[in-house]
């Protein structure tokens, strides 16, 4: 584009001014150095399905090629063709790999690495109702997408699906279920212990053990559906194993088995759960270093799935607290703990326990009538997915969504013949708010996210939500699954660009295959074992507060992956602010060693932690990659780095020529200094 020119003097100074503006209205993209913002507004945006349109319902996450993206696994709706969606990082969008044909409908996929070569498999799930009978195989995975055409058959169970458990501590992915020969026993459960040999193809994948020395104490029949799980709940960071058991006439209760090691699991609790208790999902509510329970109670669910006469249940974990300070005494008098030293974070308190009697001086357990969290008596919430076949529970959705450290909530409103996502964030406890009492103290409270919502209000469809942190840009966005009957779609992505300022960390424990370093192909290539999908790894962390206070939390790594589970393979830790280094973090394992676990101090935030434990049972040394994540404001900073560099030059050089002259000026002066006394 040509450029004016200033002509004559008189003109010449108007000329210049329109000059002036002409530059300053040229676009800059050219020379501006940084790339615009994908999203500008903070808020919740609508990014549409990334390259899902097509792709039925999302069943699992994973990183199927170990490029360190989360994946997806989608299943088409006639319930038997799988399809692996990858992460594309330069479009910003996902790009179908592969698809697997599976003969039977399918009702569940578990991904895992059961073969322990460093690469994702997946595990497929059909019922057969008929015969009461879950029949199960496994695809192995290439590390690109796609899978081997002939999968392994593995043992068939009851329709309670088994869960993924290292059941002997040698890293390899264990199921733990009811087997069909087990049914109606008094002792029912069974280990499909990992017992793959590479070497040898005739080999079984699993070998059933008699799960009787392990379990020694009076197992449960376990219900389907049911929200069974792999995670540390007495404080020692190792995982533990929770069961919901039936208890026959629609009534449910709880088991909790401590894992000893070698020694196999005991029997640390039993107890009833209340009645018309839906899905349980487990997190840290009041970030105090240990995990809570999270579920809902309805007095009826329809045949479409919508609960009425809901509560929000909320039961903590009673454990021994973190003692405020490193020089504050951890026993009493008579030498019993009374709470846990910040370097002391992995230490079993045997006495933990929950408690669900709904006594008024029970402050475990607190119950939120569904109507209070939406300020609304009409709606009601939606428990049961009868969309899909058989139907899927929806549990309470949790999540750091703004990075404070306290998790969040994510569920599905029914009001009349719609379906719309609901947010609700975990605040201090005050009066009015919904989980606090009348004097506005509690725990924790819960309020409506109500400002710049509009894409999950436009929502009318839903039936399911998941969290998910899209392209690892350290916020947690939101994964909707969508009937369709709007005409936009089964799958909706919404991008979480809220400001928040706070930090996070983002952290995996791999299972220690290919001895914690590269794998090697045939072919002589190598990759890095990063999708393995491992359960039961713990997170437990303290961190000091821009107020000075030191708090913990606990968090777990893929504790379910029952009923589409939809979890991610990582932990997303919330630090909350903080103009610190995290104090200590321990990352515990699953184990039979002495050292299950690994402290590691001053992690920098806003970073991605890999951790290889030393492999099988071996008593090595831990190996730890930190990633550190370049936030927007870098090339602000560098940017302001260079500029104030170059204004102190300058400074220094005018003070230098300054000072210069001064000099030269005083050594002429002394030159025609006259010596008097030498005259």
Known sequence: MALPRCGGSSAQLLCRALLGVFLLATPVSSIWPFSPKRFSKSSLIQAGPLGLDDAGRIIAF?????????????????????????WNHDNFLFQKASSIQHPSPISNVVPGDFTHDGKLDILVMSEDTWRDTLSMALYQGNHDGTFASQPISVPPSTLSQPIPVDINGDMKIDLLGIPTDRRGSSNPMRVWKNSWNASNSEAPLFELWVADPLFNGSQCNLVPPHSNAAIDLNGDCLADVFLVCDEGSGQRSFQIWVNNKDAGFTLAQHETLPSGVQAISFADIDR????????????????????????????????????????????????????????????????F????????DNNALTRIPIHS??????????????????????PIRLGDINLDGFPDLMLIVADGGTRTPKLLVSEPCAKGLAGCDQNGRGRRGFRLVHKDTE????????????????????TLDILVQRTGAQGEGTVSLIQNNFYYDAFFLKAIVLNGACDGG?????????????????????????????DGRRSAAQVGQLPQTSYHALQVPYAFLGLGRTNNYIENLFVGSTKHTQDHYTNMEGVIPNSRLVIHPPPGKDS????????????????????????????LAIIVFVLHLNEKREDELERRKASHHINFDAL
Not at 526 to 532: A, D, I, Q, W
């Open 455 to 474: 894409s999950l209000e436009a929502i009318k469809d839903a039936r399911g939500v998941a969290f998910l942190d899209l392209d690892e840009d350290g």
């Open 518 to 546: 590269w794998c090697s192909l045939p072919n002589g290539s190598t990759y890095l074992p990063f999708g393995v999908s491992y359960s039961g790894a713990s997170y437990k962390y303290t961190v000091l507060g821009t």
């Open 62 to 86: 994973g990183d199927f090629n170990g490029d360190q993206f989360l994946d997806v696994l989608s299943l088409d709706s006639s319930q038997q063709e799988l399809s692996v969606y990858l």
């Open 373 to 394: 969290l939406l300020e609304s008596t009409s709606q009601s919430i939606d428990v049961l997915d009868t969309t899909f076949s058989p139907s899927i529970p929806l």
């Open 288 to 351: 105090d270093g240990s995990i809570d329970m999270v579920f809902t109670t309805c007095s009826h669910v329809s045949s479409s799935g919508i609960g009425s006469g809901c509560l929000l249940n909320i039961a903590y974990n009673k454990q021994l607290p973190v003692c405020p300070s490193t020089t504050s005494p951890s026993v009493n008098k008579q030498g019993q703990p009374i709470c846990r030293l910040p370097v002391d974070l992995c230490n079993a308190d045997p006495n």
């Open 620 to 647: 090595g040394s831990w190996k730890r990659e930190l990633y550190l994540r370049p936030g927007e404001w870098i090339p602000w900073v560098t940017l302001t780095v260079i500029i104030t560099t170059a204004i």
């Open 353 to 360: 326990r929950f408690d669900l009697s709904t006594s008024q």
